[in-house]
C-alpha cells in the first residue's frame, strides 16, 4: 500500500511496474480507454502479474479514481510508443485508464462525470509535474496504428475548455486537394515534416506510405475526429497547420 498522489484517490496497488528510467520524471499525461467490458473487470487485469499491464490511475464512470502505481514509478501502459523522439514513454509520463468498452463495445459516450473526474485528475498532476498542455497526448498519438484509443468519441474540446491538452477548432471539411496511399512528392514530405515536428514518430521521405497513412489517421482521430480515414485532405492539413502556428514552443 502507499498513500495516493491524488488527494481523492482510492489505492488499490498493481504490481506491474518499476523504476523510472535514468531518474526520469514524468513531463506527459497519456490517456487510455479499457477496452473491456466492465470497469471492474479492467481493474482486476491490471492488477494481476500474469498481465504485466498497469496505468497510474483508472477513473470509473461514475467519477470514482483508483490509483494502482505511485507516480513516481513507471506504471507498464504504454508499450511500444514514441513522442518527439522520446521512445521510453512509460518513464516519461502519468498513465491514465478511463473505464469504456471502446471500439470493441461500439465506442459509447464517455459520462460527464467521468469526464469531470479526468479534468480534475489531470489539472492535480500537470500541477505537480509542470506538465505542458500539449503533452497531453492519447494512446493512439504515442502509438500510431498499433492502438486507437481512447478514440475519436473522446471529448477533447472539454479537457482543453478546462486547460488540458492542446487543441484548436477543426477546420470543416470541404473537399478539395487531398494527399493520400501511394502519393509521393515534395507536398508528402511537407506534411510528414509537421506531423513529426508535432511529435509523432514518422520518417520523412516524401512517400505517403502505410506508416503515414497511420499516422494520419491518428492525428484525425485526435484533432479531426468527424472523419478518421488516413487521407490527408484540406480539413487535416488546415488543422494540423494552424495546431503548429498555436505550438508555445513556437511563441506565438
Not at 87 to 95: E, F, K, L, R, Y
Not at 127 to 151: F, M, N, T, Y
Not at 175 to 182: E, L, V
Not at 232 to 240: K, M, Y
Request: charge should be negative.
Amino acid at each position: 500500500m502507499f498513500d495516493p498522489d491524488f488527494a481523492g484517490a482510492d489505492v488499490v496497488p498493481s504490481p506491474n511496474h518499476g523504476g523510472r528510467r535514468e531518474g526520469r520524471s514524468p513531463d506527459m499525461i497519456v490517456l487510455h480507454y479499457t477496452g473491456m467490458p466492465t470497469a471492474d473487470a479492467a481493474l482486476d487485469w491490471l492488477c494481476r502479474p500474469e498481465s504485466e499491464v498497469s496505468s497510474h490511475y483508472m477513473v470509473y464512470e461514475d467519477g470514482r479514481i483508483v490509483q494502482l502505481v505511485p507516480e513516481s514509478r513507471r506504471a507498464w501502459h504504454a508499450g511500444k510508443s514514441s513522442w518527439m523522439g522520446e521512445i521510453d514513454i512509460n518513464s516519461a509520463s502519468i498513465g491514465i485508464e478511463i473505464a469504456n468498452p471502446g471500439h470493441p463495445g461500439g465506442l459509447p459516450p464517455f459520462p460527464e462525470k467521468q469526464i469531470a473526474a479526468v479534468v480534475e485528475l489531470c489539472q492535480d498532476c500537470g500541477a505537480r509535474w509542470q506538465i505542458a498542455p500539449e503533452r497531453v497526448l492519447a494512446h493512439s498519438d504515442v502509438a500510431p496504428i498499433r492502438k486507437v484509443d481512447p478514440g475519436e468519441n473522446f471529448p477533447w474540446a472539454a479537457l482543453h475548455a478546462a486547460g488540458v491538452g492542446h487543441l484548436v477548432e477543426p477546420a470543416p471539411i470541404t473537399g478539395g486537394r487531398f494527399f493520400q496511399r501511394g502519393d509521393s512528392g515534395q507536398p508528402v514530405e511537407a506534411l510528414q515534416s509537421m506531423l513529426a515536428y508535432y511529435g509523432y514518430a514518422l520518417d520523412i521521405h516524401g512517400e505517403f506510405d502505410a506508416r503515414t497513412e497511420g499516422v494520419v489517421a491518428a492525428f484525425q482521430r485526435h484533432f479531426r475526429p468527424e472523419k478518421v480515414d488516413g487521407v490527408a485532405d484540406s480539413s487535416t492539413i488546415d488543422t494540423l497547420h494552424r495546431l503548429l502556428t498555436s505550438l508555445p514552443r513556437l511563441g506565438s
